[in-house]
């Protein structure tokens, strides 16, 4: 499979640049943050996006969406990368829009989805409950016929959602695959406490308590007792459309600090003109372009259902995730002591590239994940 975009996709490429530039750029996210918005991202351009078909991404055409796949969802997503667009592309239209694809009856697909793609519902994914990733450490419990209680952290955009899916343990030991069941929640119901936090970049978050929830059968996503089926496939989602805008992060850091090199004097010479800073430039740039040739495969992969996707998505993670912790390093020591000030953009990059790495399982949980989908 060549790793070369096609037309169409170069298309979709350049209109994703010019809106999330021109509608969503890194100035709208320092507004965003200095309000304290209430909703952490604005519901107007959020409806544009979903115009644009961003919100449809992967719904397919017979569900109201454009059906452009995770190469489209990724070409997004390194847009919102470069400009810090702060939307909810990760949790409403990648998460919750595979779960459903995955799992979801014919029933649920036809009520969602259409509302997904055209930016009316916002639908937030709650699994976590451990400090770092942990995807089968699953202590929410589902009893009776049915009633849901525990507690769910690192909720992305879960305090505006207007449905949850949730997981919970419905047999079995905690930690254990199998036993997880997925169910949709509604956030108004009775004993469920939804309490908003802002991450260090600025972005939404929530934990969800829950209390004696009632749920139905029409409420289960997949089959039950075999919700991990659905959620390895979420969180692979997730993980490749997030690799893809630590791609975005790490090119608009670089970009930014190449332009700085050629402005910035010291000694009466332009700095870029310094050999150990273009060696520095150079291996940057060599390390950026290895994430773009795995993090376009990984998605390739996924769209093609290939027996090897997951083990590419955990390739795509771990090294977008270490190329923008450098690459955002690099770009704040080059820049200086004005790269550690808030009222320059640089650092708004390092904070994104910080929490995106450590979203759904940092380099070391994905080296880790890698060896052992290898046979080690």
């Given at each position: 499979m060549t790793l070369v975009l096609t037309d169409d996709q170069l298309m979709f490429r350049d209109a994703a640049k010019r809106f999330a530039a021109e509608r969503a750029p890194v100035s709208q996210l320092r507004k965003l943050r200095d309000d304290v918005d209430p909703v952490g991202f604005s519901r107007d351009v959020w409806k544009e996006m979903a115009e644009m078909g961003w919100a449809g991404v992967l719904v397919p055409e017979e569900f109201g969406g454009v059906g452009f796949?995770?190469?489209?969802?990724?070409?997004?997503?390194?847009?919102?990368?470069?400009?810090?667009?702060s939307t909810p592309l990760l949790s409403s239209a990648v998460l919750a829009v595979?779960?459903?694809?995955?799992?979801?009856?014919?029933?649920?697909?036809?009520?969602?989805?259409?509302?997904?793609?055209?930016?009316?519902?916002?639908?937030?994914?709650?699994?976590?409950?451990?400090?770092?990733?942990?995807?089968?450490?699953?202590?929410?419990?589902?009893?009776?016929?049915?009633?849901?209680?525990?507690?769910?952290?690192?909720?992305?955009?879960?305090?505006?959602?207007?449905?949850?899916?949730?997981?919970?343990?419905?047999?079995?030991?905690?930690?254990?695959?199998?036993?997880?069941?997925?169910?949709?929640?509604?956030?108004?119901?009775?004993?469920?406490?939804?309490?908003?936090?802002?991450?260090?970049?600025?972005?939404?978050?929530?934990?969800?308590?829950?209390?004696?929830?009632?749920?139905?059968?029409?409420?289960?996503?997949?089959t039950f007792d075999k919700g991990a089926i659905v959620l390895d496939a979420v969180f692979d989602a997730g993980r490749a459309v997030l690799s893809a805008e630590l791609l975005g992060v790490a090119e608009e850091a670089f970009e930014r600090t190449l332009t700085y090199l050629r402005e910035r004097e010291q000694?009466?010479?332009?700095?870029?003109?310094?050999?150990?800073?273009?060696?520095?430039?150079?291996?940057?740039?060599?390390?950026?372009?290895?994430?773009?040739?795995?993090?376009?495969?990984?998605?390739?992969?996924?769209?093609?259902?290939?027996?090897?996707?997951?083990?590419?998505?955990?390739l795509a993670k771990a090294k977008a995730s270490d190329v923008a912790r450098i690459a955002t390093n690099e770009a704040v020591q080059m820049h200086g002591g004005i790269g550690m000030t808030d009222e320059f953009d640089i650092g708004f990059f390092m904070k994104r590239a910080r929490a995106a790495a450590e979203t759904f399982g940092d380099q070391y949980y994905h080296t880790d994940r890698f060896a052992q989908l290898s046979g080690y």
């Open positions: 796949g995770f190469v489209g969802a990724g070409l997004i997503a390194a847009e919102i990368g470069r400009n810090l667009s595979t779960a459903l694809l995955r799992g979801g009856t014919q029933a649920q697909k036809e009520t969602l989805l259409p509302a997904i793609a055209g930016g009316d519902l916002l639908i937030a994914f709650a699994s976590d409950e451990c400090v770092r990733h942990t995807p089968y450490h699953v202590a929410t419990r589902c009893t009776g016929k049915y009633k849901l209680s525990g507690r769910k952290l690192h909720v992305l955009d879960g305090h505006i959602a207007d449905r949850l899916i949730v997981s919970a343990r419905t047999s079995g030991d905690i930690g254990a695959r199998d036993g997880i069941t997925l169910f949709l929640v509604d956030p108004k119901a009775n004993g469920v406490t939804i309490t908003r936090s802002s991450m260090v970049d600025s972005r939404n978050s929530a934990t969800i308590d829950l209390r004696d929830v009632p749920v139905t059968d029409a409420d289960v996503i997949g000694f009466g010479v332009k700095i870029g003109t310094f050999q150990s800073l273009q060696h520095r430039a150079a291996h940057l740039f060599c390390e950026i372009e290895l994430v773009r040739s795995v993090v376009l495969r990984t998605l390739q992969a996924l769209d093609a259902q290939e027996p090897t996707a997951s083990s590419l998505v955990c």
